[in-house]
């Protein structure tokens, strides 16, 4: 298991578009993967899920990956969360 905090920085947060980036992202992994905010974890392939957490610009959250490419998920997640999903 492998697990990053990041800042979520763009300023809508993770609302629908960039939800559906980061789903995309979280996709192309085989490991499963999760979001976690203030101890309540979702699948971060989920986009439900992902939304139903209401994480906004300014909130920190963690993602956590187990399987064969854990670590990359994990680094590959908090790249795009990092970026700021170009907003």
Not at 20 to 33: D, G, P
């Amino acid at each position: 298991m492998y697990v990053k905090e990041v800042l979520v920085k763009n300023k809508a947060g993770l609302h629908a578009r960039p939800a559906t980036f980061f789903i995309q992202k979280a996709n192309e992994y085989k490991s499963t993967v999760w979001v976690e905010k203030e101890e309540r974890r979702v699948n971060a392939k989920s986009l439900l899920g992902v939304l139903s957490l209401g994480i906004i610009g300014g909130t920190s959250i963690k993602i956590i990956a187990d399987g064969s490419d854990e670590e990359e998920a994990v680094e590959g997640l908090v790249a795009l969360v990092d970026s700021g999903f170009a907003d």
